[in-house]
């Protein structure tokens, strides 16, 4: 059963950098699939930030061009998010998930890290 | 603003059956990309339950089935239950903004 974890800051003040890990357990990092990065809001619903392929392709969401990161390190099966100059709509919990390429579904989701910014 | 519409709440019976409808535009659900959907109950991590519009992936209850036409897709729930409740979001890639959105969400209850 592959088993997603992500780990990082909880609290950070604003115009700082979020910096999050996911690892992936049970499963290596592979080709067939891209690993992404989700996030939900208080009151609002889920937003995809990224999803980044293994060979480098990535694609991010375009209101958060200017400030997102993804990256990976195999050898380690752990994906990685930075956002940077954080602002308190930042504020949301985070997840990782597995996309299969092909349709983009996320068959397999972390439990999420709460991440707020606050001064 | 999602690009992807969902009706914000339904709410049906124990048993009763309900649909969830997720509109989007030929950007999107109308270019032929697959639609997938995924329950979220707040505290957990989401859950995939539909997937290429209508694909059950194994463990999944046959309660649920999707669909797509044209521009929009449906969730179906049959025989509503009381661990149905949450919120169901639909996914799709969009090619004008060259990645993936969900939809607004819709809040199942059941009474």
């Known amino acids: 059963q592959v088993h997603l974890q992500e780990s990082g800051p909880g609290l950070l003040r604003p115009s700082e950098t979020l910096s999050l890990s996911c690892h992936v357990l049970n499963s290596p990092i592979d080709t067939d699939y891209y690993y992404a990065w989700i996030r939900k809001a208080p009151g609002k619903g889920l937003e995809w930030l990224g999803s980044f392929h293994p060979t480098g392709t990535v694609y991010y969401n375009l209101s958060l061009r200017s400030r997102i990161t993804m990256s990976t390190d195999m050898s380690k099966d752990e994906v990685y998010l930075t956002l940077t100059s954080v602002t308190a709509a930042d504020t949301a919990t985070y997840f990782c998930?597995?996309?299969?390429?092909?349709?983009?579904?996320?068959?397999?989701w972390g439990q999420g890290i709460l991440v707020s910014v606050s001064s | 603003q999602s690009v992807l519409t969902q009706t914000p709440s339904v709410s049906g019976a124990p048993g009763q059956r309900v649909t969830i409808s997720c509109s989007g535009d030929?950007?999107?659900?109308?270019?032929?990309?697959?639609v997938n959907w995924y329950h979220h109950v707040p505290g957990r991590a989401p859950k995939l339950l539909i997937s290429y519009n209508s694909h059950r992936p194994a463990g999944v209850s046959d309660r649920f089935s999707g669909s797509k036409s044209g521009s929009s897709a449906v969730l179906a729930i049959s025989g509503l239950q009381a661990e149905d409740e949450g919120f169901f979001y639909c996914?799709?890639?969009?090619?004008?903004?060259?990645?993936?959105?969900f939809g607004g969400g819709t809040q199942v209850t059941v009474l």
């Open positions: 030929s950007s999107n659900v109308g270019s032929g990309n697959d």
């Open positions: 996914q799709c890639y969009d090619s004008r903004l060259s990645g993936w959105v």
């Open positions: 998930a597995r996309q299969f390429s092909s349709s983009g579904d996320l068959d397999y």
